[in-house]
């Protein structure tokens, strides 16, 4: 790993970013200059091949910022069409009330996932992308869990409030939820820890968002359906329990 390191100074006078990509044999040699591509490419190729003799150039790419902008083109809308597929499914299974919490808190996990990118500097690319779908299918998945709790305890509890009856179903959910996403976290902890350069963002990615998504399902849906369906999910129980505050009021 020293020696590629020696020639960055022999590059047009600009950096080399070389990094490990895959086994310790293996390395990506990054290098940024948008006036002089062809020979920039040619010249790292010779001063590699002088510094380490019988190396073997496997690929060689140019990202351009014309393929920048497609990436993030494609991937927003990727994750548009995902959210609003996911939007389509809760408004035919749910009540709109489950509908807004799910896509509200959905948005929020990916933005704040987009965030942790920004915050670690970690690539952005196609495996990045693959990640927030990923991510969008498994947090939907978890708070389809918790909602359905909630309808079936509607239909079970027809007079029992709604906040009591949100915090049973959670409680009913929760070890099945925290099982789930530990599952999974162990799973692809091997990804970010030994999965070298190409999959460790994925694999960060991944626990980020599992972490997010099963504490929003918990704290966010949830409070949002309350605030949302309070008066009109159990609009009998309301109308009942007036009449007994005003009489205890008296």
């Known amino acids: 790993m020293t020696q590629p390191a020696e020639i960055t100074q022999f590059i047009f006078g600009q950096p080399l ?21 062809q020979d920039a490419q040619r010249m790292i190729a010779s001063r590699v091949a002088e ?29 548009g069409l995902a959210l609003l597929a996911v939007l389509v499914y809760i408004w035919f299974r749910f009540e709109w009330q489950f509908g807004v919490g799910c896509v509200a808190t959905l948005i929020l996990d990916i933005t704040k996932t987009v965030g942790f990118f920004a915050v670690t500097q970690i690539e952005f690319d196609l495996n990045s992308v693959a990640a927030l779908l990923t991510l969008i299918g498994y947090s939907v998945t978890d708070k389809v869990v918790v909602y359905d709790r909630i309808r079936e305890n509607l239909r079970k509890f027809r007079t029992m409030p709604l906040r009591p009856l949100i915090d049973l179903s959670i409680n009913q959910t929760l070890g099945r939820t925290v099982a789930t996403s530990l599952t999974v976290v162990l799973s692809i902890l091997p990804l970010a820890l030994i999965g070298g350069e190409v999959m460790r963002g994925f694999g960060l990615a991944i626990i980020f968002g599992i972490v997010i998504g099963t504490s929003s399902s918990i704290f966010i849906a949830s409070p949002i359906l309350l605030f949302l369906g309070e008066k009109r999910l159990r609009p009998a129980v309301t109308r009942v329990s007036q009449p007994s505050g005003s009489a205890a009021a008296q």
């Open 17 to 37: 970013r070389v990094q490990e990509f895959g086994s310790p044999e293996d390395v990506l040699v990054r290098f940024a200059n948008t006036a002089n591509l």
């Open 51 to 79: 510094a380490l003799p019988g190396v073997q150039i496997r690929r060689t790419e140019v990202v351009g910022a014309r393929v920048s902008g497609e990436l993030f083109r494609n991937g927003l809308l990727a994750t």
